[in-house]
């Protein structure tokens, strides 16, 4: 998530610019953009890292789930929900 907060805050950012911003170091960098690109999350463009349209709609919808969830009292968050009728 760190990489694609900062991806999301930056546009596009180069590897060192990911690994100044995130802390990640370089293995563990490159171990996450293998993964976000195998799963069409980023994209690499002249040695600029880019997230798709995908991952921001995915971003967004999660951006929203938080301000619905954070509307619930911490303490209801886990209890059944009530029936519609």
């Known amino acids: 998530m ?3 907060k900062a991806l ?3 546009t ?3 590897f ?3 690994r100044d911003k995130t802390g990640l ?3 563990i960098l490159n171990h996450v953009l293998i993964e ?3 799963t ?3 994209v690499q463009v002249d040695g600029e890292y880019y997230l798709t349209e995908y991952s ?3 971003l967004g919808a999660i951006n929203q789930m938080r301000e619905e969830i954070s509307r619930v009292p911490e303490r209801k968050l886990f209890w059944p929900i009530s029936k519609i009728i």
């Open 56 to 58: 921001a709609i995915l």
């Open 16 to 18: 060192k610019d990911l």
């Open 36 to 38: 976000m690109k195998g």
């Open 8 to 10: 999301y805050e930056n």
């Open 12 to 14: 596009s950012l180069s």
């Open 2 to 4: 760190l990489v694609a």
């Open 40 to 42: 069409d999350l980023v």
């Open 25 to 27: 170091s370089t293995n």
